[in-house]
């Protein structure tokens, strides 16, 4: 090879590099844009595999129509007007005989989602969870639906309530400075890159009634959904991790616990200037509950 | 012949191949000529003749490895193809066993590591090719150095939680180029066109306002991609290694036809906003011409491996328009025999078609 090939060669590798450290500088350069504590509720345990001796956390939240038992009628907040503002086309009449097709080829979008953290977008999210399981039982007491799914429905709930995340979706937009200025509060509230999915519902109608078609938004994912965990806070997660798989609870998430068992971790994760996260501590739980359900046992 | 005469040295190895299999065929045929018609070259022109060949076969083996034998050839191969194999296992065995330490040492270490890898590599490949004329150890070390490369920039994402950009595509397309036309590796080259590919294709998608990690969504976004690649040889010359363009040709139009056939059997991830049946009647049409238009590109400029790949598809094309009208309600012997008649069929135009190159070139 002619010299000047090498060193083209190494000068790529080191100038790539230079760039990608400097960059991961300044998202933590000064102020931090949100820093919150969470714990395993939000922040599951990733699966450990023999050859990945590497520990992340997932990122666990809630959002408008999620859940089975939790669906709401209608839209939510990121409804057909919250969908144009992030640019999708919707321009296309809900009734037009074209709509669905249309609206189905829609691309998803990159936006910026504001994140609460156990506010006011927790409690309406228990709120409709409530709601949706009187209504369960109304339809029960009519003979529409069977025990069964009441039952599953409350303990949906109880699990929503004592180990689900309490991080919810509240809003959304396309500038994250201007999220950030109505979301001040940047111990409680992320602002994160996400996708967004925008999905059509058709016309039905059932005995209730005719319920028309609509638009709502679904955030699918994002783009880094998982915190690596540095090596200097990895030492606690990992007994925890060791104790799972040695009881044979182990999953891809741990996050299918028993109902009595409380968190056992609260992390402190920062997020910079460019929203990428990192983890500042990890401290062991009390476990009150959980030490007085093995001593009646 | 005048002895005295040197032989004109080839540019490269491909060229020198090329000069040693023209040799072995005319001592062939000479062969034969001598056996079949009682043709006999004087014994003085047959030695002078013997020697100048010999002369010329051992100066392209020192100076570029050639295979001067049938048997040397199939062990090339061989070579060749240990040297893939080996390449992917070590490239997998660095990946493997990063991943089982880096969660017991220090991020600083994880970050030293991760940048020291591909450059001792790449010095490695240094090294190693000038020991040797054919890159068989130099094209293992460079697919390496290539690996260490993307596991330096993908790790470097998780530990630091970096959001994914379409640009680590280029820069790792812009390494394995780079190595590619320094040392003439054609699976570096193989690499670096896929890594542009997905770089090309994922801005398309971006561009056009989708999240780049969807690109794939939309197939369009890989046509502008496989176009640029496929005439990307026509704006440089490739004097030193003239087998390239025909990787940038092959996996340039690879893809615009992949892309066309998805199409014409999933209408509703178009860009176009017209109904999903319209949409596949349009990129089917679409693949018969582009299909067509490919084998007559390839027989025009003698671009071997593009006709084949025209062959291919409009023949894939074919068999899957038959398989939709057809196979539900048309009995299945019969199915089949159609499909058998129109092979021959075919294969008669084809034949029709060489015969008539064959008047027109003689």
């Known amino acids: 090879m002619n010299r000047p090939g090498l060193w083209l060669g190494l000068a790529l590798i080191l100038v790539t590099n230079a760039f990608v450290l400097t960059g991961v500088a ?13 714990t395993e509720r939000e922040l599951n345990l990733s699966f450990s595999v023999e050859e990945n001796t590497g520990i992340s956390l997932l990122l666990v939240w809630h959002q408008p129509q999620s859940g089975i038992y939790a669906r709401v009628e209608g839209p939510g907040w990121l409804d057909q007007a919250k969908l144009e503002s992030l640019g999708f086309d919707c321009s296309t009449p809900l009734t037009d005989l074209e709509a669905e097709w249309r609206y189905r080829k829609a691309l998803p979008r990159k936006a910026y989602v504001v994140f609460e953290y156990e506010g006011k977008g927790w409690q309406n999210l228990l709120d409709t969870t409530e709601q949706n399981i009187e209504r369960i039982a109304h339809q029960i007491e009519r003979k529409e639906r069977s025990p069964e799914v009441l039952k599953n429905a409350r303990e949906e709930l109880d699990r929503l309530r004592n180990t689900g995340s309490r991080l919810v979706a509240v809003d959304a937009g396309s500038d994250p400075f201007r999220l950030r200025q109505l979301y001040p509060d940047r111990h409680r509230f992320i602002v994160l890159p996400a996708e967004v999915n925008l999905q059509y519902v058709p016309q039905t109608s059932n005995k209730t009634g005719i319920h028309h078609a609509y638009l709502f938004g679904r955030i699918s994912e994002l783009p880094r959904p998982e915190i690596h965990v540095p090596m200097t806070h990895r030492s606690l997660l990992e007994k925890i991790r060791n104790e799972e798989q040695q009881a044979g609870r182990a999953s891809r998430y741990s996050s299918r616990w028993e109902k009595d068992q409380e968190p056992r971790y609260s992390v402190v994760v920062n997020y910079g200037k460019r929203r990428e996260p990192w983890i500042v501590d990890v401290q062991l739980l009390p476990a009150p509950k959980r030490e007085r359900t093995q001593n009646k046992s | 012949m005048n002895d005295s005469n040197k032989p004109r040295i080839p540019l490269n190895r491909a060229h020198a191949q090329q000069r ?22 004087q014994d003085e022109q047959r030695h002078q003749l013997e020697r100048h060949h010999e002369k010329i076969l051992a100066e392209l083996a020192k100076l570029f490895d050639v295979d001067t034998s049938a048997t040397q050839k199939q062990m090339s191969m061989g070579m060749r193809i240990a040297s893939f194999l080996g390449a992917l296992a070590l490239a997998a065995s660095v990946f493997f066993f990063f991943y089982r330490i880096w969660g017991l040492i220090s991020t600083s270490v994880q970050v030293l590591i991760l940048i020291s890898a591909p450059i001792l590599a790449v010095l490695g490949v240094e090294i190693i090719s000038k020991r040797e004329k054919y890159p068989y150890f130099t094209s293992l070390i460079g697919l390496v150095a290539f690996a260490c490369f993307v596991l330096n920039l993908s790790v470097l994402g998780s530990i630091f939680n970096i959001s994914p950009s379409q640009n680590a595509f280029l820069a790792w397309a812009a390494l394995a180029m780079i190595l590619a036309y320094g040392y003439g590796l054609r699976l570096l080259l193989v690499a670096g066109i896929l890594c542009l590919l997905f770089f090309l294709s994922a801005s398309v998608g971006e561009w056009g306002g989708m999240y780049w990690l969807s690109f794939g969504l939309r197939p369009e976004n890989f046509l502008p991609a496989g176009i640029f690649l496929f005439f990307l040889p026509a704006f440089a010359a490739h004097s030193k290694y003239p087998d390239f363009p025909g990787y940038y040709r092959l996996f340039g139009m690879l893809t615009v036809l992949i892309a066309i056939l998805i199409l014409s059997h999933w209408g509703e991830g178009s860009y176009l906003m017209l109904p999903p049946m319209d949409v596949k009647v349009l990129y089917q049409l679409l693949g018969f011409a582009v299909a067509g238009i490919t084998i007559w590109a390839g027989i025009r400029w003698h671009w071997q491996g593009v006709t084949n790949l025209g062959s291919t598809f409009f023949v894939i094309q074919l068999y899957t328009k038959f398989y939709d009208w057809w196979w539900e309600w048309m009995p299945k012997y019969l199915f089949f025999l159609v499909v058998g008649l129109v092979a021959i069929l075919l294969l008669n135009i084809f034949k029709r078609l060489r015969s008539h190159l064959a008047q027109a070139s003689a």
């Not at chain 2, 040693?20 to 070259?41: C, G, P, W």
Request: charged share 30%; proline share 3%.
């Open chain 1, 26 to 38: 300044y998202n933590r350069s000064t102020e931090p844009e949100a820093v919150i504590h969470l």
């Open chain 2, 20 to 41: 040693v299999d023209r040799i072995k065929a005319f001592q062939e045929e000479l062969e034969q000529l001598e056996h079949e018609h009682n043709f006999a070259l």
